[in-house]
């Protein structure tokens, strides 16, 4: 039914706009799919089930604070009574809690020494990129740290700082003694953690300027992007 209500909206919004660009980025098109979903389905849990799954999909392919507000007012419209609507709502404000110029939100850490910290206390007087990775997930995080050491030799002045979010806090010590690796922590507590920066896969970075504030939340490690956004505010 996803697929379904995907191809309606795809239809119906390229009718008058160009198919040439990436409709998951498209406002429009994710506005589509709510009104869609509204003509399909009065009430009830599919109905409920396909506006969660148009929310997160949208959540994961638009970043622009305007664009957000625009998208969650119109949403909130079909979603009075929606099974979800707390979780959704939750969701929302945790969106605009990551846009560009706030303070980041806390969560719980461990140190290499084993010592409890925060994130709030490992910030950076410098442009830094807190990059994720997992010891349950070898293969993946190596491609990541390849990408870390590639970042490091073209902006010698940026810090990056690596938190590991796998479920083995020993493997993890162990590791990164083993290579000697600096500036890395453990989440404690990954759903916390995957909740207020809505996590949906490691490869998510955060960038935050010398003063404790987001640059950008959503950013993909392997995004060439990234390193746009670099060159402007590391520069």
Do not use: C
């Not at 409709?23 to 409920?48: A, Y």
């Not at 970042?151 to 590791?175: A, E, H």
């Amino acid at each position: 039914m996803v697929m379904y209500v995907n191809n309606l909206a795809f239809t119906k919004y390229t009718h008058n706009n160009s198919t040439l660009v990436d409709l998951n980025r498209e406002l429009g098109f994710h506005l589509e799919k709510i009104k869609i979903i509204d003509s399909l389905f009065d009430k009830g849990s599919l109905r409920d089930n396909l506006y969660r799954n148009a929310a997160y999909a949208y959540i994961f392919n638009i970043q622009e604070h305007a664009q957000y507000q625009d998208y969650f007012d119109k949403f909130a419209k079909y979603n009075k009574d929606n099974e979800h609507k707390a979780e959704l709502d939750k969701v929302f404000k945790n969106v605009i809690a990551l846009q560009a110029g706030q303070i980041p939100p806390d969560f719980d850490l461990i140190d290499t020494k084993g010592s409890l910290t925060k994130f709030s206390a490992i910030q950076k007087p410098e442009v830094t990129i807190y990059y994720f990775w997992s010891v349950n997930q070898r293969e993946l995080s190596n491609l990541i740290f390849n990408r870390i050491a590639q970042l490091k030799s073209l902006f010698p002045n940026v810090k990056f700082v690596g938190i590991d979010i796998g479920q083995d806090k020993n493997q993890w010590r162990k590791r990164i003694s083993e290579n000697q690796w600096t500036d890395q922590y453990h989440s404690i507590n990954f759903m916390d953690l995957s909740q207020k920066f809505l996590i949906n896969n490691i490869n998510k970075s955060v960038i935050i300027d010398k003063n404790g504030r987001i640059i950008s939340a959503f950013e993909d490690i392997f995004s060439p992007n990234l390193e746009k956004i670099l060159l402007y505010k590391a520069s």
